[in-house]
Nanobody, 127 residues
């Protein structure tokens, strides 16, 4: 089973940028569809960016045009570049993976599809 280590979170002013990184170990990342989720206390976990193992990508409407998900299968890394950040983006962000087989266009978007999760990292957007 995959294990993850996230980094890159922190405090940023509105309009600023952050890049989250997620290092995976335990299995080759190219067999997995990957995603970034976020959660605010008292609310359900929200999927924000998704990438199938064939590279197909989907974004939540709330982050479309501002966030970019990417992956480096050779390094078993995934990333989330976040630009034009807003206070509403404040949350704990987690990377996740769902087994799909290599070269699959399947983009799972439900939390129940993902069996491997990072521990979460805080992103705070505030002046």
């Amino acid at each position: 089973q995959l294990q993850f280590t996230e980094s890159g979170g922190g405090l940023v002013q509105p309009g600023g940028s952050l890049r989250l990184s997620c290092a995976s170990s335990g299995f080759a990342l190219h067999y997995y569809s990957i995603a970034w989720f976020r959660q605010v206390p008292g609310k359900e976990r929200e999927g924000v960016s998704f990438c199938a193992s064939d590279g197909s990508i989907k974004y939540a409407e709330s982050v479309q045009g501002r966030f970019t998900i990417s992956r480096d299968n050779a390094k078993n890394m995934m990333y989330l570049q976040m630009n034009s950040l807003k206070p509403d983006d404040t949350a704990v962000y987690s990377c996740a993976a769902a087994w799909s087989g290599t070269g699959s266009s399947w983009i799972p978007i439900s939390t129940s599809d993902f069996k491997s999760w990072g521990q979460g990292i805080q992103v705070t957007v505030s002046s």
